[in-house]
């Protein structure tokens, strides 16, 4: 963590360069493209999952419990950014 940011991460101290700002920001921008590739991966993921579930899957229990976990981690992650 850089000694510009609270502990939350959601303020920027007074103190912090303008170097130190942009790269906070670059880091931010970084994170909101992971965040944008990882939500069409997860769109296919569900995609497939449902099919596999429709299909009656024999281990459809284990993907419909796997889908869950996964969709709610990701809606966490959401909450927090």
Do not use: W, Y
Not at 33 to 53: R, S
């Amino acid at each position: 963590m850089s000694s510009c940011t609270t502990i939350t991460g959601t303020e920027i101290s007074p103190t912090c360069s303008v170097e130190e700002v942009n790269n906070q920001l670059k880091k931010h921008e970084a994170f909101e493209k992971l965040l944008a590739t990882q939500e069409e991966k997860l769109t296919t993921l569900n995609n497939h999952g449902d099919k596999l579930l429709q299909q009656n899957h024999v281990e459809s229990q284990c993907i419909a419990d796997e889908l869950q976990e996964i969709n709610a981690r990701r809606k966490k992650v959401s909450a927090r950014h």
